[in-house]
């Protein structure tokens, strides 16, 4: 397991990266992962209720949706979190099938909750939440013919998204794009300069297979600050 500690902007947000060791299954892998990643944050005097993102990621479609539906049963409750999903056999370093980041935030106080703002309709991925002062959106993506009707759907949708939750494309503190690797770097950046219209402080673009539906081409996470 991988253990990073950021201070940053007056947070402390930790990253834990890790593939499995035990489990013969993807199910079981991540059974394995979601539990050794539970002791990590104990250790460090957080828990899941902390966690503010999790990135999965699968070797193949089956290992994805195996890792999905484990993660669907922990992710309740207060430990609810904005999600995210990829397929990637080249993520891999090991025989996992399944491999989960995850980011925590330790709170800035004592007694603070997340809000959980649910998708319309209702789905598994939350919306949003709102934390300690920020706004994590889950995952965004869209099926549509190409890279550019996704990209024209997604960026409004999400400025909407953040004017819902108070906050707008200049408190955005760190966007990641996770880009199908046969579509064009240069026209991503290309569509956020059309829809954001400004510098963003910190943008990653990271390339996957394959998402949770076929005909995905790029999933966008956001995380922002509140007014």
Same mark, same amino acid.
């Given at each position: 397991?991988?253990?990073?500690?950021?201070?940053?902007?007056?947070?402390?947000?930790?990253?834990?990266?890790?593939?499995?060791?035990?489990?013969?299954?993807? #199910?079981?892998?991540?059974?394995?992962?979601?539990?050794?990643?539970?002791?990590? @944050?104990?250790?460090?005097?957080?828990? /899941?209720?902390?966690?503010?993102?999790?990135?999965? &990621?699968?070797?193949?479609?089956?290992?994805?949706?195996?890792? %999905?539906?484990?993660?669907?049963?922990?992710?309740?409750?207060?430990?609810?979190?904005?999600?995210?999903?990829?397929?990637?056999? !080249?993520?891999?370093? =090991?025989?996992?099938? $399944? =491999?989960?980041?995850?980011?925590?935030?330790?709170p %800035?106080?004592?007694?603070?909750?997340?809000?959980?703002?649910?998708?319309?309709?209702?789905?598994? /991925?939350? !919306?949003? @939440? $709102?934390?300690?002062?920020?706004?994590? @959106?889950?995952?965004?993506?869209?099926?549509?013919p190409? *890279?550019?009707?996704? *990209?024209?759907?997604?960026?409004?949708?999400?400025?909407?998204?953040?004017?819902?939750?108070? #906050?707008a &494309?200049?408190?955005v503190?760190q966007?990641?794009?996770?880009?199908?690797?046969?579509? %064009?770097?240069?026209?991503?950046?290309?569509?956020?300069?059309? &829809? $954001?219209?400004?510098p963003?402080?910190?943008?990653?673009?990271?390339?996957a297979?394959?998402? =949770?539906?076929?005909?995905? @081409?790029?999933?966008?996470?956001?995380t922002?600050?509140?007014?």
């Amino acid at each position: 397991m991988r253990k990073e500690i950021l201070r940053w902007r007056g947070r402390e947000f930790v990253f834990l990266s890790c593939e499995a060791t035990e489990g013969r299954t993807a #199910t079981d892998q991540m059974e394995n992962i979601i539990g050794r990643m539970a002791a990590e @944050l104990q250790k460090m005097a957080l828990s /899941p209720a902390n966690t503010i993102r999790t990135r999965l &990621w699968g070797a193949d479609r089956d290992s994805r949706d195996q890792g %999905s539906l484990v993660r669907k049963k922990h992710n309740t409750g207060r430990n609810r979190a904005a999600t995210s999903s990829y397929i990637a056999p !080249d993520h891999f370093e =090991s025989d996992s099938r $399944v =491999s989960l980041d995850l980011i925590a935030l330790r709170p %800035s106080q004592p007694g603070l909750e997340k809000k959980i703002v649910e998708s319309i309709p209702p789905r598994v /991925p939350i !919306d949003y @939440l $709102v934390y300690d002062g920020l706004v994590v @959106l889950a995952g965004k993506t869209v099926v549509l013919p190409t *890279l550019s009707e996704q *990209l024209d759907e997604i960026l409004p949708r999400i400025t909407r998204i953040l004017a819902s939750a108070g #906050t707008a &494309w200049d408190r955005v503190i760190q966007v990641s794009c996770y880009l199908h690797g046969s579509q %064009s770097v240069e026209e991503l950046a290309a569509h956020f300069d059309k &829809w $954001v219209k400004r510098p963003l402080e910190r943008m990653e673009i990271g390339f996957a297979q394959g998402y =949770s539906a076929e005909g995905k @081409l790029i999933e966008v996470e956001v995380t922002a600050e509140l007014k």
